[in-house]
């Protein structure tokens, strides 16, 4: 069996006016505390007789994520991997990721990444248009990115992922198919695209729910044209040589994210860190969000965990089908009907089918290729 681990690094050089998770600006001598905690959660955890991971499973993936980790020092970084090798054991050739930001990217810090195990880092890029990232509140400029890029490559680091938002304030057909094209010529291995996200958990959300003027909320493209930027991307994407492997993610050969694979597939993993999720295969459970508390809780030797909730067979079953179809390989409907009730669900299978949003052959389904813009509706569809 294989466990992946994933790290939470709550802390941020200045909140993007887009961002809903639970980070942020905190004073720097707040870092190594942190990172303390966590390795001391690490070793307790592995120690205590209660976890349900067999012994012997080894952790074949390990994602640092935020937040943004590289701002932690690289010494810090390397501490919290060498309490998982010293409290547990290593497959022979990990993926481990460290989410960093570009300006934050110096040779040095690349260098000690490098030597600390990190074979994979993943840019926050989220665009190449100086005026989109301005106007997002984020710290690069396109010369960070081409900058960093070229750092990366040059301390060994050969595995390196991209993230682009389509739906940015001041974004256009334009300008989207500029960042697509500087991505493309910058060559990484990986590329994630996410929709801008419209709630209320971000300042952003806020003033376009509330028909605010505020972060550009004006020049926000409507849904309809970040639904188009992202079929361009599909169009552009493929003809440049990256597989489409799931909703958000392209890789090239033999790169597809091994740790969000985990996720997708409900395979187990343990989380560390403030407002870090896990999951046993039949139950979830997370930290507290906040990090002072969840550091203040490690050091006095109180369970840091705020929710607990067992998975029932409707949830794993609702799980197996909005999971699985974001992959593009579909899902084993046998497999969901030898293990669940699923008469009813076959019945909205078959409906969604003769409509042309999803796609059978054999026993496998999976969502139709034009219609992965509207992914959240037909999911909305076959769960109700």
């Known amino acids: 069996m294989s466990l992946g681990i994933y790290i939470q690094v709550p802390f941020c050089q200045t909140r993007c006016t887009y961002c809903n998770f639970h980070t942020g600006v905190v004073a720097r001598d707040r870092y190594q505390p942190y990172a303390n905690a966590v390795t001391r959660e690490i070793r307790e955890t592995f120690a205590a007789p209660t976890l349900r991971i067999a012994p012997a499973t080894a952790i074949d993936s390990l994602y640092f994520g935020g937040g943004t980790p590289s701002l932690l020092e690289p010494q810090a970084l390397a501490q919290i991997i060498d309490a998982l090798r010293a409290a547990t054991t290593f497959a022979p050739t990990p993926e481990i990721t460290l989410e960093a930001d570009p300006e934050t990217i110096t040779s040095e810090k690349a260098h000690a990444w490098r030597e600390a195990g990190f074979n994979r880092i993943s840019l926050g890029v989220q665009s190449f248009i100086d005026k989109e990232l301005q106007a997002a509140g984020r710290m690069h400029r396109r010369e960070h990115i ?172 609702e799980e197996e089908i909005f999971l699985g179809l974001r992959q593009l390989d579909g899902i084993d409907f046998s497999r969901i009907e030898k293990n669940y009730d699923a008469a009813e669900l076959r019945k909205r299978v078959d409906t969604l089918t003769s409509e042309g949003l999803l796609e059978k052959s054999g026993a496998t389904v999976r969502l139709s290729p034009s219609r992965l813009a509207v992914s959240n509706e037909i999911f909305a569809e076959l769960l109700t």
Request: glycine share 6%; hydrophobic share 35%; with cysteine.
């Open 146 to 317: 081409d900058s960093a890029a070229s750092t990366l490559r040059a301390a060994g680091i050969a595995n390196i992922s991209f993230d682009l938002i389509a739906g940015l304030a001041r974004q256009t057909a334009a300008s989207w198919s500029e960042s697509l094209e500087q991505l493309i010529a910058a060559a990484p291995e990986h590329v994630s695209i996410y929709m801008l996200e419209v709630d209320e958990g971000s300042r952003l959300g806020k003033e376009l729910l509330t028909s605010g003027t505020r972060y550009s909320a004006a020049d926000v493209p409507s849904p309809d044209e970040s639904s188009d930027f992202y079929d361009r991307a599909c169009e552009r994407l493929a003809t440049a040589g990256y597989e489409h492997y799931e909703i958000s993610n392209w890789a090239k050969s033999g790169h597809r994210s091994r740790h969000n694979l985990k996720y997708w597939q409900r395979a187990p993993y343990l989380g560390f860190g403030a407002g870090a999720h896990s999951f046993d295969g039949t139950e979830r459970w997370a930290n507290l969000h906040d990090p002072a508390e969840y550091a203040r809780r490690i050091e006095e030797g109180i369970s840091t965990r705020e929710q607990v909730e067992p998975v029932t067979r409707e949830q794993a079953l």
